[in-house]
């Protein structure tokens, strides 16, 4: 097709269909439901944790995150920061992406049915249940990058360039939930770029977003800046240590259809064709998208799940698409059965699924009913071991952990106590001290780990130090070393399970020291 034909493609308009509002709020509350009736029946997740300590120090950057998670956490502790409070903001989140999905079906053109199968489809992702089951970034992308691609499709559908202006809200509130918006930023260049729609780099508004998405994301910058850039030395730490499981771009795109469940693949699919190739090639800037991250994604060595939050885009293309389809089939013209049938079978699946992504099952029945179902979740960093998989199983331990410590330091004489210390290896182990440790009667805990090792050494040097998640090496820094206790809880991952340590006499000053037992990892 001629590029005089490809710009009169995009430049023509079309009409959209009324968004059926009923069937909107159906699927928003099922999924809103699913959450929060399984949204306290294991425990903290360990990042969810670490959220909250950062929630207790606000600022305009973190190690390994943007700073809006810290807010979302601040909410969740207005809000009592019990484990409803924390996982709301991530359900309702959830319910948004549903919501957004249906809204991208019927910008494309899709009329009830489109909309319906691509809120079904969002529902039904494996991906989708799981990350929106605990409070993270990725609980919330997919609502930036997909407001992103909304914008688009009205510039393309309606011409109006002053619209690229939310596209620079919607990227510069992205960058502060999660980096990865710059990688969603590059690839929609290039698909602009690559299309007629790089008529709008000769006006102001697609330059004046860049510019409000940097400005947004200033203050962040900033502080990377003033602090050496600790993201990149995070991250390179992580490729150093070969932390995280690197797959090659077979089984990335294999890790893509598993996901969002394979039954599912033939509609994202039929998106990303018709996006590319057929009926709907007018928006061919965002199957071009779709093709850019999965390129930069499997470039960088990403995360599989990284790409997750482009995927509403093209369940709502591939409703469109199946919609389309059937209404020109003569078998299916004026019949409901052939549409409800793949709804009913959509819907069946997943109601198959949901036992073995959310906790409504004790963990020894979810794990018989995963392996019943043939379902295996893939290793997503090559340390991580335990008979759950991560998400499942990093919700375990961390109220016996923090039980043990708390007989441990309860068991010390008055005078001992009040020169007593907790230090935490990681991350986890530290958030949990300091959520679930005040009511046990346990000060804070001390941590280099991550953003911890920002916030404060140890006010003063202890004679008595209570230590988790450390190695035999604590011999050479303190005179005493005695295991307390050994930590185990059968559902938890491995390198939770570790004994606590009471150690005695510091041979050097932990305070001096503080700066060298910073790591990022």
């Known amino acids: 097709m001629s590029d005089r034909q490809d710009s009169a493609l995009e430049t023509s308009r079309w009409t959209v269909r009324p968004l059926d509002w009923r069937l909107v709020g159906l699927l928003v509350g099922l999924k809103l439901l699913l959450h929060l009736l399984s949204s306290s029946a294991y425990g903290f997740f360990r990042d969810e944790l670490y959220f909250l300590d950062c929630a207790r120090h606000l600022g305009w950057g973190y190690v390994d995150d943007a700073p ?12 009592g920061g019990s484990l409803p409070a924390v996982r709301l903001l991530p359900a309702l989140a959830g319910a948004g992406t549903v919501a957004l ?7 494309m053109g899709g009329g009830r049915f489109a909309q319906g199968l691509a809120g079904v489809c969002i529902l039904g992702a494996p991906i989708f249940l799981g990350v929106h089951s605990i409070l993270c970034v990725g609980a919330f992308e997919p609502l930036f990058w997909m407001g992103c691609v909304a914008v688009i499709i009205e510039v393309v559908r309606t011409g109006n360039s002053r619209l690229w202006l939310w596209f620079g809200v919607l990227a510069g509130l992205g960058l502060e939930n999660k980096y990865a918006m710059l990688v969603f930023g590059l690839a929609a260049l290039i698909a602009i770029l690559l299309t007629p729609l790089r008529r709008e780099l000769t006006k102001p508004w697609l330059w004046a977003a860049g510019l409000l998405a940097l400005l947004i994301f200033l203050p962040t910058l900033l502080w990377q800046v003033r602090n050496h850039f600790p993201l990149l030395e995070d991250m390179a730490n992580i490729r150093r240590m070969g932390k995280n499981v690197v797959l090659g771009p077979w089984p990335f795109v294999k890790q893509q259809i598993n996901f969002l469940n394979p039954l599912l693949f033939p509609i994202w699919f039929a998106g990303l064709c018709s996006l590319l190739f057929g009926r709907q090639r007018r928006l061919r800037v965002l199957g071009l998208l779709y093709l850019g991250m999965l390129a930069l994604m499997m470039g960088l060595h990403a995360k599989d799940y990284y790409l997750a939050a482009i995927y509403p885009m093209l369940f709502a293309a591939g409703a469109v698409a199946v919609e389309d389809w059937l209404d020109r089939r003569a078998w299916s013209q004026g019949r409901v059965w052939p549409k409800a049938a793949l709804v009913t079978a959509i819907l069946a699946v997943t109601a198959v699924l949901i036992p073995a992504m959310l906790p409504f099952l004790p963990p020894g029945q979810l794990l018989a009913y995963q392996r019943a179902i043939g379902l295996r979740a893939d290793k997503l960093e090559v340390r991580h071991e335990g008979p759950l998989d991560q998400r499942l199983g990093d919700q375990f331990g961390w109220p016996e952990m923090v039980d043990e410590v708390a007989r441990i330091y309860q068991g010390l004489s008055p005078e001992e106590r009040a020169n007593t210390a907790i230090f935490a290896a990681n991350y986890g182990e530290a958030g949990a001290i300091n959520h679930l ?12 780990h991550q953003a911890h090792s920002f916030w404060a050494p140890p006010d003063r040097d202890y004679t008595t130090y209570i230590c988790l998640g450390c190695d035999e090496g604590l011999s050479r820094v303190f005179e005493s070393v005695q295991v307390a206790a050994v930590h185990h809880h059968p559902w938890g991952m491995e390198e939770e399970n570790r004994p606590i340590y009471l150690c005695r006499g510091p041979k050097l000053s932990i305070r001096a020291e503080w700066s060298r037992q910073k790591h990022w990892d």
Request: glycine share 10%; proline share 6%.
């Open 437 to 448: 440790g005040p009511a046990r009667g346990l000060p804070k805990a001390f941590c280099a």
């Open 101 to 107: 999905g249906m809204v991208l079906a019927r910008q």
């Open 68 to 79: 809006l998670v810290a807010v979302y956490s601040k909410v969740a502790l207005w809000l």
